[in-house]
């Protein structure tokens, strides 16, 4: 079945420093979406992605789609306290099952 | 508009009991969602409920099972608990047409522990 896998697992930044993670599917999705789990709460949706090579910006976030809508990335400029969390990517194929991965768990050193 | 609300928040279970979990949507959404999440892992899809029919199951057993109400809350029932069964129960309500197309708003979920 579809498997959605994300890299890496754990990052500790410094605050200021830019982090990106990383989202492959095993197989071609319709969209993507990004979530944010703040330590202790849900997740959070950030974004959704429709389009082959689709690139979308929220400030300081740039989410990008690939070519081949089989991969996906989230890169945080200049990092701040408040960014701390777990994101997640979530793919959907070509039906109502949405796959999450398994996250990417930002901590920032202020 | 009120967003999406889970009860309860915490509940503890012995092996081989069963137990309902409840979720109310957000205003404006008819279809629900329900996702477990292990300590550390992302959520797993469950089944998803869309006009009080299942409309998209995850691979899980048939213990688990959910029903949808005309006001499009629902319940999660899980039968002969287990102790991998353990985990955060994520409910998520969205804009009809399914999680597809529309983004998923989550409640806060409830932590089942079974022991």
């Known amino acids: 079945g579809q498997q959605v896998m994300q890299i890496p697992q754990y990052q500790h930044v410094q605050e200021g420093e830019d982090f990106t993670t990383y989202c492959n599917s095993s197989t071609t999705l319709s969209n993507i979406q990004w979530y944010k789990q703040r330590p202790g709460g849900h997740p959070v949706f950030l974004i959704q992605l429709v389009k082959s090579g689709e690139v979308k910006k929220q400030k300081r976030l740039t989410f990008q789609f690939g070519e081949a809508k089989k991969n996906s990335s989230l890169h945080i400029t200049a990092t701040q306290t408040t960014d701390v969390g777990t994101y997640f990517c979530a793919g959907m194929e070509y039906g109502n099952k949405l796959v999450f991965g398994a996250g990417t768990i930002l901590r920032v050193k202020s | ?115």
């Open chain 2, 1 to 115: 508009e009120t967003g999406v609300t889970q009860s309860p928040t915490h509940l503890i279970k012995t092996r081989g009991q069963q137990v309902t979990l409840r979720c109310s949507s957000q205003s404006g959404h008819n279809t629900v969602s329900w996702y477990q999440q292990a300590l550390g892992q992302g959520p797993q899809f469950i089944f998803q409920y869309y006009r009080e029919e299942e409309n998209g199951r995850g691979n899980f057993p048939p213990r688990f099972s959910g029903l949808q109400f005309p006001n499009y809350s629902s319940e999660l029932n899980v039968n002969a608990l287990e102790l991998d069964d353990s985990a955060l129960y994520l409910c998520a309500s969205s804009l009809p047409g399914g999680s597809g197309n529309s983004p998923l708003h989550f409640g806060n979920g409830t932590r089942l522990t079974v022991t």
